[in-house]
C-alpha cells in the first residue's frame, strides 16, 4: 500500500533554504510520514542531496527521500509568465502534479512560500485540494505598524496588505507559519488583517539554527588553522553585497588596529571579483572561505570568532546568523533595520548602528574590542530569542501537521498557538 506522502518543495538550497527543506522533512518524518523533499536538479550535487541519496533517499519505500524536478518549458511563457510570483507558482504546480503521478500525497510543505504566495488571490492553490502549509520569510508590508524599521511605501504595502489578506483565504492552506514574530502579532490584533472564517490562521515559527554546542575557542581556531592570538570579526552565509561586507571592510581598512575579518559561505558572483580587490587594503590579512560551509566549520567558525557581522543592508527580514551568534553567546554588530534591529534594539545582544559608516562601525567595533562584554543576566526575563530552537521549530510545525482543516476564528489566530 502507498503511504501516506508529504512533500517539501524547494527549487532553491542556496543560503539557509537547503536546511528548512531539511528540518522541515525531519518534522514530517517524526510526525509519523512518508516525506520527499523535491528540489531542481542543479541541487544534484549540494551536500544535502548527495547525503540523502547515498542514504537510500532514492528508494520509494523510505521515510525521507528526494526528487528532482525542473521546471516546465512553458513556466515563463508570455504575459502573466513575465511575473516571477506567477513562474514560481507554475513551477510548484508541476512539481506537484509530476509527484503525485507516484505518491499518495496528503499535504505539501512549502518552506519559502514567498515564491507565489501574493500569486494566490489570482491563481488560487497550485496544489489543487490537497491541503498545504506555507513559511512566509519576506512579508515586510506590516512593519511600519508592527515598530519594525523599513522603507516607508505606502503604495507598495497597501497592495500587499490586501493581497496577503486575500492570499490566507485560499483553499487548502491550512497554516501560514511566519519566521517573523510580528506578522503573527499583526494577524492577532489588527482588524483589518482578514484573520476570521475561513482564513488560514497566520503562527509564529521560531527560526532556528543547527543544534550544537559552542567549542573552546581556542581548540576550534586551532580546527580552522586560525591564529591563536588576536580577534576576529566573522561574516557568515551567502554573501552578497547586501551583507554590508564592503562597508565593513572600509572601517576596518581605516583602523591600525583591526581585528582579522573571516568571510565564511560562497560569494555571489558579481561580488567575488571586487571583494577579491577590496580586501588588498586590510591588514591583518582576511580568512575567506568561498564555498558551502559544512556543520562541524560552521560550528568551529561561531566558536573562534570574537564579533559576529549583522550590519546588513536593504534585508529587513529574519536571519540565521542572528539566531547563530545568540545561541554561541557571541556579540554581535547589528543594523538598526528590519528585523535584526527589531530583535537587538535593546543593545543587549551588541551594538547597534543607525548606518553604516566607517565612524559608526569602528565605534562599535571599539565598544567591544575595548571592553569585555558580556551579555546581561536574564534577570529581566528570557530574550525573544531564546525559544528559537530546532525543537520548537519541529514542534510547531508538527502540531501544524497533525492538525484537521477546519475554519478558524480570529480568536484562533494566535502567536506560537501552535506550540504546547
Not at 61 to 69: E, G, H, P
Not at 194 to 208: I, K, N, T
Not at 327 to 341: E, H, S, V, Y
Amino acid at each position: 500500500m502507498t503511504k501516506d506522502t508529504v512533500l517539501v518543495i524547494e527549487p532553491d538550497f542556496s543560503g539557509h533554504r537547503w536546511r528548512y527543506a531539511e528540518w522541515a522533512a525531519q518534522a514530517c518524518v517524526g510526525a509519523g510520514y512518508q516525506c520527499v523533499i523535491v528540489t531542481a536538479s542543479a541541487n544534484a550535487t549540494h551536500p544535502l542531496a548527495q547525503r540523502l541519496a547515498a542514504g537510500n533517499g532514492t528508494d520509494a519505500t523510505a521515510d525521507l527521500q528526494i526528487s528532482f524536478v525542473d521546471p516546465p518549458a512553458d513556466a515563463g511563457r508570455p504575459g502573466l509568465g513575465s511575473l516571477s510570483y506567477v513562474r514560481f507558482f507554475r513551477h510548484f504546480q508541476h512539481i506537484y502534479r509530476t509527484i503525485s503521478r507516484e505518491y499518495h500525497v496528503v499535504q505539501v510543505v512549502v518552506p519559502y512560500v514567498d515564491y507565489f504566495f501574493y500569486a494566490l488571490p489570482v491563481l488560487g492553490s497550485p496544489f489543487g485540494s490537497t491541503p498545504w502549509l506555507g513559511i512566509t520569510m519576506r512579508a515586510t508590508f506590516h512593519h511600519h505598524e508592527a515598530g519594525v524599521r523599513a522603507p516607508r511605501r505606502p503604495f507598495v504595502n497597501t497592495v500587499k496588505g490586501q493581497l496577503f489578506r486575500r492570499a490566507i483565504r485560499t483553499s487548502g492552506l491550512k497554516t501560514l507559519l511566519a519566521i517573523d514574530p510580528t506578522l503573527a502579532d499583526w494577524c492577532a490584533q489588527s482588524p483589518a488583517s482578514g484573520a476570521g472564517p475561513g482564513a488560514a490562521p497566520v503562527r509564529s515559527l521560531a527560526d532556528p539554527c543547527p543544534e550544537a554546542a559552542p567549542l573552546d575557542p581556542w581548540a576550534a581556531r586551532e580546527q580552522l588553522g586560525l591564529a591563536a592570538y588576536g580577534q576576529f570579526v566573522l561574516v557568515y552565509g551567502a554573501i552578497s553585497e547586501r551583507k554590508g561586507i564592503f562597508e565593513l571592510v572600509d572601517a576596518l581598512a581605516a583602523r591600525d588596529d583591526a581585528p582579522t575579518l573571516v568571510i565564511a559561505g560562497a560569494q555571489d558572483m558579481d561580488v567575488r571579483s571586487p571583494l577579491l580587490r577590496a580586501l588588498t587594503q586590510l591588514t591583518p590579512a582576511p580568512v575567506v572561505m568561498d564555498r558551502f560551509i559544512d556543520t562541524d566549520t560552521e560550528q568551529a567558525l561561531f566558536s573562534a570568532c570574537d564579533i559576529i557581522w549583522l550590519g546588513y543592508k536593504g534585508h529587513y527580514g529574519m536571519s540565521g546568523v542572528l539566531v547563530q551568534a545568540y545561541r554561541f553567546g557571541k556579540p554581535l554588530i547589528a543594523t538598526a533595520d528590519g528585523l535584526i534591529g527589531w530583535f537587538c534594539r535593546d543593545g543587549e545582544l551588541g551594538p547597534v548602528i543607525d548606518e553604516l559608516t566607517p565612524d559608526a562601525i569602528n565605534q562599535a567595533l571599539d565598544t567591544l574590542l575595548e571592553q569585555d562584554w558580556q551579555r546581561p543576566s536574564a534577570a529581566n526575563g528570557a530574550h525573544l530569542l531564546e525559544r528559537n530552537t530546532l525543537a520548537q521549530f519541529k514542534q510547531t510545525l508538527q502540531s501544524a501537521l497533525l492538525e484537521s482543516p477546519k475554519l478558524w476564528t480570529a480568536s484562533e489566530c494566535q502567536p506560537g498557538a501552535a506550540t504546547t
